[in-house]
């Protein structure tokens, strides 16, 4: 650059640019690049000395390379100055197209800022383009998107002279290629870090998959997972061996099945209510055997990726032991302990179930109730006057069919249930509400136009159809003179085969239970005064055969009060009626016929 007229100098220079700009390329790294670029500068654009300050991710510049005196590398290598103080300066001086020159009679003013230098003092120029140690070159960097990258400073051109016209245009061109080379670094660092990230994302997620994996597979209880949404919803796509175990199946075989076509047809419902996310249910899972198992399940939904498939993750507990000491206990509380009846709050409870507050003889007034609030529909009003007499005498002299014992069993709306007692039904007016019309007052609470199916007690003086719920107080005759003289262990046993031969004797239907000490009570639906009067002489000669315990013979004999449930009536009540009625027919009979029979 000795002289712009001199063409093979412009040639030199040129081959220069070309063998640096080509080893901007050959950088690996950020770092090696900025370094690449000062030096460059030094070997190939003939200055003494360089250094790049490179924009930070706040704004301000730091110095991130240097060349041509170790000393000032070692100064200001690392320091940071303000973007405010560049900008300044970058504003100052002299534009050179895209350079800019600061002279020294201009830059006195920046010695104080914050902006890292090694400028020195020096005698003034002896002519005109004579550098100064003090005059300031900068070349900006800019990004494709026009972003400042930073700032080359570049001092103490070898020749002594301040750049010609070809010097600031080789130094505007390294800038130019300096700011893709290192755009290019900063990409291959992004894209570097990147990898590194993704790599130990994948290693993670390898790893996760893999204890998901384990845990999944060698879970001690059952895990399953199940298509959600679509035609297979539901449908079992993997299942571990746990499970596998305890349905008895393999897993080629569960995965042509969802959970609905396993559950018991009881717990389909309680099935379809469990929410796919954090729902839980108990209910019962079908065995290859045709057995059903009680189970925990606990859903919880799972992605494949961020934005793939969602997953059903079924957690299956067998918690069929559970259940079964549950089963285990609840009966204890109900059952009778020896002979494993009902005991006696069994026996109110089901009794009670029964059983409301009123009395069959309100329906009437609730009638008149229903025709006084709808005044002006006189027609509505008696067909519900009409229907609500249709009810009470179709109540009243039901026809019964007969029961396998030879008595009648009555037949209501609703069906039997686990008891034999019926259960809600449609109500007369050919609907589940009677109430359920436009304009229909509030149904009365407790009254007697709900879902409840009143007990009614038949005449006890004579027969006239009615059929209703008796209740029948049995009492041992001569269990006391037997446990006193054979013991306790011989008046067991004796309670043991009364309550068998009591079970016997009845319908499926209907409950024995034991109130207490030698007291049994029957709880028979559907009979007329005559049919609880045969059942009961039926169970007395049932009672009555002698009872064989350690090679002995005993016998005992039976008292039998018949009593009627009624609607209007408490548990206690029935109970305390139909004992009254066994103590009058045990008094009425000699003792020695109590014991015959």
Not at 32 to 52: P, R
Not at 93 to 121: A, K
Not at 393 to 415: N, T
Not at 561 to 578: F, H, K, P, Q, T
């Amino acid at each position: 650059m000795e002289t712009e007229s001199e063409p093979y100098v412009r040639l030199a220079t040129l081959r220069q640019l070309h063998r640096v700009v080509a080893d901007l390329n050959t950088a690996r790294s950020l770092a090696d690049t900025l370094q690449t670029v000062v030096d460059g500068i030094v070997v190939g654009l003939g200055y003494e000395l360089a250094c790049v300050n490179l924009v930070r991710p706040d704004g301000d510049l730091v110095v991130a390379a240097f060349a041509g005196d170790p000393a000032a590398e070692a100064l200001i290598t690392g320091r940071v100055g303000s973007r405010a103080s560049w900008e300044r300066r970058l504003t100052m001086g002299e534009c050179w197209d895209g350079l800019r020159f600061i002279p020294h009679t201009e830059g006195w003013v920046l010695l104080e800022d914050d902006v890292p230098q090694w400028h020195t003092d020096g005698p003034d120029p002896r002519f005109e383009d004579e550098w100064h140690p003090e005059d300031r070159l900068y070349a900006p960097m800019y990004a494709s998107g026009g972003e400042l990258l930073g700032v080359i400073s570049v001092d103490r051109p070898r020749n002594g002279r301040r750049p010609g016209a070809w010097g600031r245009e080789a130094l505007q061109m390294y800038a130019f290629q300096a700011a893709i080379a290192i755009s290019n670094a900063r990409l291959r660092a992004n894209m570097q870090r990147a990898l590194v990230r993704l790599e130990r994302e994948q290693q993670a997620l390898r790893a996760s998959e893999e204890s998901f994996r384990q845990a999944f597979e060698y879970a001690p209880s059952g895990m399953a997972i199940a298509e959600m949404g679509g035609d297979q919803h539901g449908r079992l796509l993997r299942t571990n061996d746990a499970l596998c175990r305890l349905l008895g199946r393999p897993a080629s075989v569960l995965r042509r099945y969802s959970f609905s076509d396993l559950v018991h047809p009881e717990d389909i419902g309680t099935l379809l209510r469990t929410s796919a996310e954090g729902g839980r249910a108990e209910l019962r899972l079908g065995r290859r055997d045709g057995t059903y198992v009680w189970v925990s399940l606990r859903n919880s939904v799972v992605a494949d990726a961020a934005d793939g498939p969602r997953f059903l993750l079924t957690h299956v507990e067998d918690i069929e032991e559970r259940k079964r000491h549950e089963l285990q206990l609840a009966h204890r509380a109900s059952h009778d302990s020896l002979t494993g009846l009902p005991n006696s709050a069994e026996l109110r409870a089901r009794l009670g179930a029964r059983l409301c507050r009123r009395p069959q003889s309100a329906r009437a007034s609730a009638i008149e109730a229903l025709d006084a609030a709808f005044e002006g529909r006189d027609a509505h009003g008696g067909q519900a006057g009409q229907a609500g007499q249709a009810g009470q005498a179709g109540q009243a002299g039901q026809a019964g069919q007969v029961g396998h014992d030879g008595y009648e069993v009555r037949a209501e709306a609703g069906g039997a249930g686990e008891h034999g007692f019926q259960s809600d039904g449609p109500d007369r007016y050919g609907g589940s509400d009677p109430f359920d019309f436009p304009g229909a007052p509030t149904a009365p609470t407790d009254g007697p136009y709900d879902h409840h199916v009143h007990t009614v007690a038949p005449a006890t003086d004579v027969d006239d159809g009615t059929k209703g719920l008796a209740v029948l107080f049995c009492d041992l005759d001569g269990f006391k003179s037997i446990n006193d003289r054979f013991g306790h262990h011989t008046g067991d046993a004796v309670l043991i085969e009364v309550a068998r031969r009591l079970t016997t004797g009845v319908r499926d239907g209907d409950t024995v239970a034991r109130l207490g000490g030698d007291e049994f009570v029957v709880l028979a639906d559907g009979l007329g005064a005559a049919d609880a009067a045969d059942l009961a002489v039926r169970l007395r000669n049932a009672i009555i055969p002698p009872i064989r315990v350690d090679g002995r013979a005993v016998r005992v004999g039976a008292s039998f009060g018949i009593g009627w449930a009624s609607c209007g009536m408490s548990a206690d009540e029935v109970l305390r009626s139909a004992d009254q009625r066994m103590y009058i027919e045990k008094r009425s009979r000699s003792k020695a016929h109590r014991r015959a029979g």
